[in-house]
């Protein structure tokens, strides 16, 4: 019933920019509060690695790989998060995921919780 959906990753030159988005849905439902919501990336043979963490008052964190580079943000209203990445480099290429640590929402009237979402995923491919 909860939905992730990420968007805006693309290929892009060496030192370019993108803005990738995560837009939160509830199907015949209403979204009421998404806890610490965070973007993950995958890399070709590599781990999945924590990006950027951002809390529900938006206190944010970054890894020190993307540090002065990438802004993490979200619409608390829209239930939205936003990644805004500049000065992008070869090894950022990854497919890079949209994370909701506890979103609780309402259904018919009944209020309910639940607890580590994911998107499917954007492709970001940055040429050297």
């Known amino acids: 019933q909860v939905q992730l959906v990420e968007s805006g990753g693309g290929t892009v030159q060496s030192g370019g920019s993108l803005r990738l988005s995560c837009a939160a849905s509830?199907?015949?439902?209403?979204?009421?509060?998404?806890?610490?919501m965070a973007w993950y990336r995958q890399a070709p043979g590599k781990e999945r690695e924590v990006v950027a963490t951002?809390?529900?008052?938006?206190?944010?964190n970054y890894a020190d790989s993307v540090k002065g580079r990438f802004t993490i943000t979200r619409d608390n209203a829209e239930n939205a998060m936003y990644l805004q990445m500049n000065s992008l480099k070869p090894e950022d290429t990854a497919i890079y995921y949209c994370q909701a640590d506890r979103i609780d929402f309402a259904v018919r009237g009944t209020r309910n919780v639940g607890r580590h979402y994911w998107g499917q995923g954007t492709q970001v491919t940055v040429s050297s």
């Open positions: 951002i809390t529900t008052d938006g206190t944010t």
């Open positions: 509830v199907s015949s439902g209403q979204i009421l509060l998404i806890d610490g």
